[in-house]
C-alpha cells in the first residue's frame, strides 16, 4: 500500500536552503543526527552510523563554535569524536550549505521521514520497518495505518504498539509548531538587533505569548514603530530591509505595513511596522491573549468606546481617546494596569477593577537559587565556580544538590559519596565570603516511595530536595503514594520538578495532584518551579493551585553549569502568570529563615 504524497518540500527547503549566516554547533548536530538516523533506517553499516551520532554530541558539547574553527582543520580534527572522514563533512555543509550522504538519502526516501523520527517511541528501526512492510513515510500515513490494524501485523509489534504509537501522533500534532520560550526569546532577540540597524526605528517589542511569559511559543508578534514605520515609501524600505533577514528562510505574507516569513529554526515571525499614536493599542491587542481582548473590548462598550489595534476611541464620535502607550488604555477603562503575564482573562479585570491585583514576584525579590549540580556528578562546574557565579548575580545564598546513586548515568552519589561532598561544601562555604552556600542533595524518589540515601546522612544537609527519575510509567495510585510517601519523609525539603514533564517532549506522570498539595502543605514541604525552560515544573496552573493550597514554592534553575543560572527568569515568569507573590515563595526569606524552612519549620 501506498501512502499519498507526503508534503516534505519545507524540509527539503530547510536542507538545501541551509543558511550558513548563523550555523551554531546545535544547527550541525541537529543534521548530524538526522543523517545517522537516516543511515540506520538505511541498514547502514553499524560503525558508520555511530560515527554520525558521536560527531554530533561532539560537536553539541564543544564549547567553540565549529563555524570558527573550521578554516583551521586541526582544531577541528582535535575534537574527540571527529575524524577525517567527518571533517571533510563539515567542510562540504560549510562551503556548499548542505551533506551529500544526507541529500542523497533523503531523496532515496522522502524527506517527510525526518518529521517521522520527531515523534517519540519512533526509532529508525520501526521506520525501516514500516517503509520495507508499506512504503510509507509520512506522519498522515502512518496514523492510518495504525488506524487499520496494520502496524501490529508487522514483526515484534503489537497492538499495545500501535496504540502508543496513535497516542505519540496525537502528542507531536499538539506540540509541533510550538517553541521553548528560551529559543523564542533567543530568535526574538536576534531579530530586535538586526532591526535595530534601520534607521528610524525608535521601538522593538515582542508581543503575543512571549511577552505573556508563557511556557511555550507558536510565533512571534514583533512590533515595531518610529519614523520608518510612518510613510508609505519609509515603511516599504522598511519592509525590504527585512526580507533581507539572513535566517529568514521564507516569507508567507507581505503587506504593507506587516511582513510574516518562517525562519530557519521553522519559527514563523510576524513584524508590524506601526506609527507611535497606535502603539500602545497595538501592544495591547497584539499581546492578548485573545481571551483577555474579548473581555476588555466588551468592558470598553460598556463604557462608551470601541477598542482595536489601532485607539481607544469614543463610540459615537469615533475619536480616538487613547493609543499611544497601553497605560493610557487601561486608565481610560478604569482599570489598574495588568501584567502582561496575567493577561489571560482569569479574574485579572475584574481585580484591576477593584484595585486587587497582587503585588506580583519578581526577579530581584530572589535571594538565593537552590538547586544545582557539580562536576562530581552530572554538571559541569564545581562548587566554587558555582558559588562564585551565584554571587555574581547578587544572591544571599544558593545550595549544591548533586544527585543520588540511583541515576547511576549521572554518577550519583552513595552515603559514603555524599557525606564527603557535604565537607567540601562546608569547606568552600568557609573559603568564599559573600555568599552562604548550603548543603543539599536531589535525591531521588525510588519506586516505592523510599528515598535513595539513608535517613542519617540525609538529616546531615541543609536541605533535601526529592525527586523523581526512574519509573515514570506507574498508575496513578501508585504515583500518588509514592509522592506522598516521600512527602511525610521527615528529611524532605521540597519536591523537584514535581511532574516530571518535559515540554515538548514527555507528559507528566500521572498522579493526584490535588492530594499531593494537600500533604504538601500538612508537612511543610515545599514544591518546586524547576526554571529550566524544559521543565517550568510546576506549571502555572499548578502554582496557582499550589497557593491555594497553602504550599509554598521554591524557585530554582536545576543549572548544571554557571551559564545555566540565568534561566531563573523563565521561573519568575511563571510565578507571575500564577499570580504568585513574594510571600509564597521560599527563597525570598533571608538566609536564615530559609535554611529553617528547609528544616519544615514555616508559618
Ligand atoms: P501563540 O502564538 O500561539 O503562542 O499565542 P499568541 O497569544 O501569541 O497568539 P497569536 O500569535 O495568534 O496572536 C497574537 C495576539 O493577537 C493574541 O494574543 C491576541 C491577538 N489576537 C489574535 N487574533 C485575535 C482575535 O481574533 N481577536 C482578538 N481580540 N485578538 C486576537
Ligand atoms: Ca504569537
Ligand atoms: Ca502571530
Ligand atoms: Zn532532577
Redesign the pocket.
Known amino acids: 500500500m501506498f501512502s499519498e504524497k507526503p508534503s516534505g518540500q519545507r524540509w527539503l527547503c530547510a536542507v538545501i536552503l541551509f543558511n550558513l549566516y548563523s550555523v551554531d554547533n546545535k544547527a550541525i548536530a541537529g543534521i548530524l543526527y538526522e543523517t545517522a538516523d537516516l543511515l540506520e533506517i538505511d541498514a547502514a553499516d553499524s560503525f558508520r552510523i555511530r560515527s554520525y551520532r558521536n560527531a554530533a554530541q561532539a560537536v553539541e558539547n564543544n564549547t567553540e563554535q565549529i563555524k570558527d574553527l573550521i578554516n583551521e582543520p586541526k582544531k577541528v580534527l582535535a575534537i574527540a569524536g571527529i575524524g577525517k572522514g567527518m571533517l571533510i563533512n563539515l567542510q562540504e555543509l560549510f562551503s556548499t550549505g548542505s551533506l551529500t550522504v544526507q541529500a542523497d538519502l533523503l531523496k532515496k526516501y522522502h524527506p517527510s521521514m525526518l518529521q517521522l523520527l520527531k515523534i517519540q517511541g519512533l526509532g529508525p528501526k520501526t521506520i525501516a520497518l514500516i517503509w520495507s512492510a508499506y512504503q510509507v513515510c509520512d506522519v498522515d500515513g502512518v496514523e492510518k495505518l495504525a488506524r487499520e490494524g496494520k502496524i501490529r501485523e508487522l514483526p515484534r509489534m503489537g497492538e499495545k504498539h500501535e496504540q502508543k504509537l496513535l497516542k505519540a501522533i496525537e502528542d507531536y500534532r499538539r506540540i509541533s509548531g510550538r517553541f521553548l520560550i528560551d529559543a523564542a526569546e533567543l530568535e526574538a532577540r536576534q531579530l530586535t538587533e538586526y532591526l535595530a540597524k534601520l534607521p528610524g526605528i525608535d521601538r522593538i517589542t515582542p ?3 512571549l511577552r ?1 511569559g ?1 511556557e511555550t ?3 512571534l ?1 514583533i512590533l515595531v514603530t518610529g519614523q520608518a514605520c510612518c510613510g508609505e515609501v519609509e515603511r516599504q524600505q522598511a519592509v525590504q530591509y527585512i526580507a533581507k533577514y539572513p535566517p529568514l528562510m521564507s516569507i508567507i505574507a507581505q503587506g504593507d505595513n506587516k511582513i510574516s516569513f518562517r525562519l530557519r529554526s521553522d519559527m514563523q515571525v510576524d513584524v508590524r511596522l506601526l506609527p507611535p499614536e497606535s502603539f500602545g493599542a497595538a501592544m495591547q ?6 481571551a483577555h ?2 473581555a476588555l ?1 466588551q468592558r470598553a462598550l460598556k463604557l462608551g468606546y470601541t477598542l482595536n489595534e489601532y485607539s481607544l476611541a469614543d463610540l459615537k464620535t469615533e475619536q480616538p481617546v487613547a493609543g499611544r502607550t497601553e497605560e493610557d488604555i487601561y486608565a481610560r477603562l478604569k482599570l489598574d494596569y495588568v501584567p502582561p503575564e496575567l493577561r489571560e482573562n482569569l479574574g485579572e479585570i475584574d481585580a484591576a477593577e477593584k484595585h486587587t491585583l497582587p503585588k506580583l514576584i519578581a526577579l530581584e525579590d530572589l535571594q538565593g537559587d537552590v538547586h544545582m549540580h557539580t562536576v562530581e556528578t552530572d554538571g559541569r562546574n564545581t562548587i566554587e565556580e558555582m558559588a562564585e557565579a551565584a554571587k555574581a548575580r547578587g544572591y544571599k545564598y544558593m545550595a549544591i544538590t548533586d544527585h543520588s546513586k540511583n541515576l547511576a548515568f549521572a554518577n550519583g552519589l552513595d552515603d559514603t559519596r555524599a557525606v564527603a561532598h557535604i565537607k567540601r561544601i562546608h569547606e568552600a562555604n568557609d573559603k568564599i565570603d559573600g555568599i552562604t552556600i548550603f548543603a543539599g542533595i536531589e535525591v531521588d524518589i525510588l519506586a516505592d516511595g523510599d528515598l535513595d540515601l539513608s535517613d542519617d546522612v540525609l538529616a546531615q544537609m541543609d536541605l533535601v530536595i526529592a525527586s523523581v527519575h526512574s519509573v515514570f510509567n506507574q498508575e496513578a495510585a501508585k504515583m500518588t503514594d509514592r509522592l506522598l510517601k516521600a512527602i511525610a519523609n521527615p528529611n524532605t525539603s521540597l519536591i523537584g520538578h514535581p511532574t516530571g514533564r518535559l515540554q515538548l517532549r514527555r507528559d507528566a506522570y500521572q498522579f493526584d495532584m490535588d492530594r499531593v498539595l494537600t500533604a504538601a502543605a500538612k508537612h511543610k514541604v515545599a514544591m518546586e518551579l524547576n526554571s529550566y525552560p524544559d521543565r517550568l515544573d510546576l506549571n502555572d496552573v499548578h502554582l496557582r493551585q499550589a497557593k491555594q493550597r497553602g504550599v509554598k514554592i521554591v524557585i530554582n534553575t536545576d543549572s548544571h553549569h554557571t551559564s545555566h543560572l540565568d534561566k531563573i527568569r523563565y521561573g519568575i515568569l511563571q510565578a507571575r502568570r500564577a499570580w504568585l507573590t513574594k510571600d509564597d515563595v521560599l527563597n525570598t526569606l533571608s538566609a536564615e529563615k530559609f535554611a529553617k524552612a528547609m528544616k519544615s519549620e514555616w508559618n
Not at 491587542?285 to 485573545?290: N, R
Open positions: 508581543a503575543g505569548s505573556r508563557r511559543v507558536g510565533d508578534d491587542y497584539f499581546t492578548g491573549s485573545k481582548n474579548v473590548r
